[in-house]
T-cell receptor, first 114, second 114 residues
Framework: AQKITQTQPGMFVQEKEAVTLDCTYD???????LFWYKQPSSGEMIFLIY??????QNATEGRYSLNFQKARKSANLVISASQLGDSAMYFC???????????FGTGTSLTVIP | DTAVSQTPKYLVTQMGNDKSIKCEQN?????MYWYKQDSKKFLKIMFS???????INETVPNRFSPKSPDKAHLNLHINSLELGDSAVYFC?????????????FGSGTRLTVV
């Protein structure tokens, strides 16, 4: 079975601080992709960052980095230097190699405090 | 230019009606999807198409029928709408069916059945 778990329904962070959003996954597929998406209050889904299961290095995209710990099956998103515009829902997703679909977590609502 | 466009953005209709949501992508992607986001923000796949061919058909009532006239379009028709169909429906596309590429999402259609 494929499963994504985001255990933090809501998080608060002070502006300019770093924040880590947790994500764990479960899959029996030997290869898979891990993704993070941002959904602001306007509703659109914005792709942030990708990590492949065979990638040796953690992915980074600007202020976003993915802390990938394969043995622990975790793929946490780290946002550095938080900005007010980072306030949104954040979804972790996994795409196992044997099935062409994303499995999403339940999301974490991040609020950046000025 | 909008990469994945969905229309309409909002749809309010009465129970029992039939409605359609249109989706078009201009990215040259081969694969398109429909996802449903429920009131708790949980995203789940409904259908996927690859080059006009149905690949995934999740446990969705047969009142929902996707149509893909060409690989750039994937429309969703819903018959006999029910209150429980109220949700946000996202169209998405992807270059191929591998695990590497992220989805590009449309902006979503908020369907309200009254």
């Amino acid at each position: 079975a494929q499963k994504i778990t985001q255990t933090q329904p809501g998080m608060f962070v002070q502006e300019k601080e770093a924040v880590t959003l947790d994500c764990t996954y479960d899959t029996s597929d030997p290869s898979y992709g891990l993704f993070w998406y941002k959904q602001p209050s306007s509703g659109e889904m914005i792709f942030l960052i990708y990590q492949g299961s065979y990638d040796q290095q953690n992915a980074t995209e600007g202020r976003y980095s993915l802390n990938f710990q394969k043995a622990r099956k975790s793929a946490n998103l780290v946002i550095s230097a938080s900005q007010l515009g980072d306030s949104a829902m954040y979804f972790c997703a996994m795409n196992p190699s044997r099935r062409d679909q994303f499995y999403f977590g339940t999301g974490t609502s991040l609020t950046v405090i000025p | 230019d909008t990469a994945v466009s969905q229309t309409p953005k909002y749809l309010v209709t009465q129970m029992g009606n039939d409605k359609s949501i249109k989706c078009e992508q201009n990215l040259g992607h081969d694969t398109m999807y429909w996802y449903k986001q429920d009131s708790k923000k949980f995203l789940k796949i409904m259908f996927s198409y690859n080059n006009k061919e149905l690949i995934i058909n999740e446990t969705v009532p047969n009142r929902f029928s996707p149509k893909s006239p060409d690989k750039a379009h994937l429309n969703l028709h819903i018959n006999s709408l029910e209150l429980g169909d109220s949700a946000v429906y996202f169209c998405a596309s992807r270059l191929d069916r591998g695990i590497v590429g992220p989805y590009t999402f449309g902006s979503g259609t908020r369907l309200t059945v009254v």
